[in-house]
């Protein structure tokens, strides 16, 4: 219908054409016209279907509800539901009608009826109102009908809801974490959480289950956090940097056109693959170093370590750092070089002094997107530095993070209102405020050398 509307908005703009004296006789090109016609087709009419949807399965409900007896009807409050879906996994052919009793049977096919008749009206209204849509606009053409202005209107208001479904998605998010964050701190001090440096939070599998609450003090979760994603970023921040003044600055093409795509070959490869090598392979190295050269009389060397998860996950991120600082490197305009090279500097002096200052803000960049990465990364740390929330600092021993954290705290069927469970939304506030603080002063940063370089 929206391809026929085009077709039948243009072809009217072009008879009208014909009769004014050409195309350029008209306010707008043809194409505008049919574009209008397909919108006016297709905008109310999708609206329709989605209003539609949203309510129907209320309507549809009361009415299967309607049809069930009294007798099924009293029950405990909230089982109506229940029995819904039972009408609609019979009608559906997902529970064999002989395992349902006869008032599940007879209104599975009132449901099956009522399910056409909705097929059919949503169809016969949704054409209508596209048509009806179509021919407002097609009966509106005329040679001074402004069809640019309006279709360029509505496509500054797709744009605009775009935008703000992207906004209220985040501030969604936000509002979620934080009530259910606020629920947790009321039953488990926030400052226990914050400076506790215990963290052994129970299963609850009911609620009022005796041993429901344990310990929640997240430091030993935020060092080990930070233990990790240090290592990785001292790993890949200089790794990357300096493949990426190797291949802008020193190499030539042929090798350029083969290490680069090498280099970002490593963003596609799974996660789990890496965790799969920190375990089986840089983990065990780690340790049989360790105790070679004689550190386990002094420290703990385990078997899964800060210092394995962090250098596989650096070697994961250097692909983020290193394919974006070459592409701003590149971008630094070539007449800066040649200035600097034209008073006598030397190559290594032209990428400290000016390239790299002229590129710091992508470079800081690609910093900005490695690190919130290093951080929220949860498959490397769970098969190779394990679940043990040990508060240290030796990068040896097993540690967890925040993320591993919130993953084990929601597996398993527990009650939703239990501290344990709650935990996982605190965890996930702390983790937003502490991303929201570096993206701050990741731009003040770049804000302030920019202006210094200007």
Known sequence: M??????????????IATNVGGIP??????FYYGALTAVWCAIPSLVVLLIWNFADNYFISNMIVAELPESALELVEGKKDLLVNQVYNVAEGIMPREMAPDYIVAASERLEVILWWNRM????????????????????ITPKFKARLHVEGVFLGVLFVSACIAILTTVGIVFSVLFESIKFFTKVPITEFLFGLEWSPQMAIREGQQGSSGSFGAVPLFVGTLLIAAIAMIVAVPTGLMSAIYLSEYADRRIRDWVKPALEVLAGVPTVVYGFFAALTVAPFIRDMGIGLGLDGFMTISSESALAAGLVMGVMIIPFVSSLSDDVINAVPQSLRDGALGLGSTRSEVIKQVVLPAALPGIMGGILLAGPRAIGETMIVVMAAGLAANLTMNPLDSVTTVTVQIVTLLVGDQEFNSPKTLAAFALGLVLFIVTLGLNYLALHIVKKYREQYD
Do not use: E, T
Not at 2 to 15: D, K, P
Not at 121 to 140: N, T
């Open 121 to 140: 009206l949503l169809a016969v209204v949704c054409l209508s109102i596209g048509i009806l849509g179509s021919l407002f606009v097609w009966m509106k």
């Open 25 to 30: 006789y008209l306010n707008s090109l043809p």
């Open 2 to 15: 929206v391809a026929l509307a085009f077709f039948a908005g243009r072809s009217r703009s072009l008879a």
